[in-house]
């Protein structure tokens, strides 16, 4: 893998974890409107390689962004719960989770940070930064920099 930073195999502490939420995320993608091949069509990747990367027996894995995207598109209440325990957490039913300025939000948010990361890192892997990359990722910040100050006030507003 060029960038093992990128996997989704960073996050969690050992296999077994990941196992059991790639289990409970391939098992709700295969749910999704035309399947797995569905979702890859909305995202613009290969249909064969988002299944084996989403299926627990398979070595590769999805990136962070694009698991982020899973959840975005095809909410589940098995993936959301899985991560609420591994987490020592509570699942709370989507219907609540992903009201405006909730946790699908934030989620949301936080992939559109990932991107944005990624895409900062591929302009430093030169070691210069092009004036074209420049401007792009400035862009990028302003609008996420924009993002944050929504979802912070959205945090805070029911108080």
Same mark, same amino acid.
């Given at each position: 893998?060029? #960038?093992?930073?990128?996997?989704?195999?960073?996050?969690?502490?050992?296999?077994?974890?990941?196992? !059991?939420? +790639? @289990?409970?995320?391939?098992?709700?993608?295969?749910?999704?409107?035309?399947?797995?091949? %569905?979702?890859?069509?909305?995202? %613009?990747?290969?249909? *064969? *390689?988002? %299944?084996?990367?989403?299926?627990?027996?398979?070595?590769? #894995?999805?990136?962070?962004?694009?698991?982020?995207?899973?959840?975005?598109?095809?909410?589940? &209440?098995?993936?959301?719960?899985?991560?609420?325990?591994? #987490?020592?957490?509570?699942?709370?039913?989507? &219907?609540?989770?992903?009201?405006? %300025?909730?946790?699908?939000?934030?989620?949301?948010?936080?992939?559109?940070?990932?991107? *944005?990361?990624?895409?900062?890192?591929?302009? +430093?892997? &030169?070691?210069?930064? *092009?004036?074209?990359? @420049? +401007? !792009?990722? &400035?862009?990028?910040?302003?609008?996420?920099?924009? @993002?944050?100050?929504?979802? @912070?006030?959205?945090?805070?507003?029911?108080?």
């Amino acid at each position: 893998m060029k #960038n093992p930073k990128k996997s989704i195999r960073t996050v969690f502490d050992c296999s077994h974890e990941l196992n !059991t939420v +790639l @289990r409970a995320r391939h098992a709700e993608l295969k749910r999704f409107h035309n399947g797995i091949a %569905g979702f890859a069509k909305i995202i %613009g990747k290969n249909p *064969t *390689t988002v %299944g084996s990367q989403f299926n627990p027996s398979q070595p590769s #894995n999805p990136t962070l962004e694009m698991f982020i995207s899973s959840l975005i598109l095809c909410p589940g &209440d098995a993936t959301m719960s899985v991560l609420c325990d591994l #987490n020592n957490g509570h699942f709370v039913p989507n &219907d609540i989770v992903y009201k405006e %300025g909730g946790i699908g939000s934030l989620l949301s948010l936080i992939s559109e940070a990932a991107k *944005t990361i990624d895409d900062c890192a591929d302009a +430093l892997e &030169d070691g210069q930064i *092009t004036h074209s990359e @420049r +401007l !792009t990722i &400035d862009k990028q910040l302003s609008k996420l920099k924009e @993002r944050i100050c929504k979802a @912070r006030s959205a945090l805070w507003k029911d108080l």
